[in-house]
T-cell receptor, first 115, second 112 residues
Framework: AQSVSQHNHHVILSEAASLELGCNYS??????LFWYVQYPGQHLQLLLK??????LVKGIKGFEAEFIKSKFSFNLRKPSVQWSDTAEYFC?????????????FGTGTRLKVLA | KAGVTQTPRYLIKTRGQQVTLSCSPI?????VSWYQQTPGQGLQFLFE???????NKGNFPGRFSGRQFSNSRSEMNVSTLELGDSALYLC???????????FGPGTRLLVL
């Protein structure tokens, strides 16, 4: 069955620390990959996405993610986090063909950045 | 453009009742997807509507149904509510053929 795993459920970092959130998916076909973020009290919003091409994608607010096909991974990174990055982060995969595809989300990682 | 709107924002129902949730997508977006978000399960895909037709469906029982109107607004209905249906129900819209989804604030449903 298709699945998305986010290994860290809770992460606590100090400001300026580097961030890497893991995401692995289970799906054999072509996939589209996403990272969404939900800031406290706000809607889910797109951070970045990968459809094809350069496996290193850059998103908003200094975030980037690398698609490693051989590892079925799409890890999210940021070199230096800020207090305002405190939020919940969701990895998502869209796989399948028209009529059968589904979006599958990971269970999320709660990031707390200490000032 | 106005964002995705969902009504009502909060709802309390009792077991056995039914509920209808509404979603208005961003103007020009023809695809509307629904998700159930719970602390233990995360976001789970319910279904997607495109041009008034259900295009994809997740693994939820038949008690969960939806529809889309000609103006792309969508409704989701849950019949015979169970305690386990308590969740945040999210709606997301996207342009035809474009995969980025824009999420609404959600409707928080509590079933007593």
């Amino acid at each position: 069955a298709q699945s998305v795993s986010q290994h860290n459920h809770h992460v606590i970092l100090s400001e300026a620390a580097s961030l890497e959130l893991g995401c692995n998916y289970s799906y054999g076909g072509t996939v589209n990959l996403f990272w969404y973020v939900q800031y406290p009290g706000q809607h889910l919003q797109l951070l970045l996405k990968y459809f094809s091409g350069d496996p290193l994608v850059k998103g908003i607010k200094g975030f980037e993610a690398e698609f490693i096909k051989s590892k079925f991974s799409f890890n999210l990174r940021k070199p230096s986090v800020q207090w305002s990055d405190t939020a919940e982060y969701f990895c998502a995969v869209k796989g399948g063909t028209s009529g059968t595809y589904k979006y599958i989300f990971g269970t999320g990682t709660r990031l707390k950045v200490l000032a | 453009k106005a964002g995705v709107t969902q009504t009502p924002r909060y709802l309390i129902k009792t077991r056995g009742q039914q509920v209808t949730l509404s979603c208005s997508p961003i103007s020009g977006h023809r695809s509307v997807s629904w998700y159930q978000q719970t602390p233990g399960q995360g976001l789970q895909f319910l279904f997607e509507y495109f041009s008034e037709t259900q295009r994809n469906k997740g693994n939820f029982p038949g008690r969960f149904s939806g529809r889309q109107f000609s103006n792309s607004r969508s409704e989701m209905n849950v019949s015979t509510l169970e305690l386990g249906d308590s969740a945040l129900y999210l709606c997301a819209s996207s342009e035809a053929g474009v995969e980025t989804q824009y999420f609404g604030p959600g409707t928080r449903l509590l079933v007593l």
